[in-house]
């Protein structure tokens, strides 16, 4: 019994990590392991000449530059990596949310209310950060910064529910 709730939430956690809608099935689960397997030793490796660099920046100019270099280079390794892994998910269709017609209306509103809380999640969280890590409170327009991460949340919402509804597949009946 227990070891049904841990594969319920590990299959839910995938599926969330890699964008994956329905259940994982023994295709879905094996392309993920090797997209993983493949993802891994990428990200090792960037990280891995990410670190050299920045041992040589801190040679050359000083700690600080090289705090910088690691910081750039972790980003741009990351978004590389997960370039890779959402261009392998988008091929193999496995982000495909197969429905079928008669589901189509209440797909698009399951679409459109995830981007909105992607959304919403977007603007709260950029609020909050901007908050706990301001410094300068003299020069700090709350208001403006709030406005400033909620319009942004906003564009991440309604560019997450039109991915979303992209995703939408709907299956003909063979009946």
Known sequence: MMENKKTSWLNRYISSWYGISGPVDEYKESQI????????????????????????????????????????????????????????VHKL????NEIEAKDLPEAKKSAWLRGIRAGLYWGVSMTALQIITEQDFSTFNIWLNIGVWFGSGILFGLTMAFVLLG?????????
Not at 167 to 175: G, S
Request: hydrophobic share 50%; glycine share 10%; net charge negative.
């Open 167 to 175: 995703r939408i597949k709907v299956i003909k009946d063979d009946e």
């Open 93 to 96: 269709h496995l982000d495909d």
């Open 33 to 88: 392991n090797r997209i993983g397997g493949r993802a891994l030793p990428l990200f090792l490796e960037g990280m891995g000449a990410v670190i050299i660099i920045s041992l040589i920046v801190a040679a050359i100019f000083n700690m600080e530059a090289a705090y910088y270099t690691v910081l750039g280079g972790f980003l741009i390794v990351e978004l590389a990596v997960s370039g890779y892994v959402s261009h392998q």
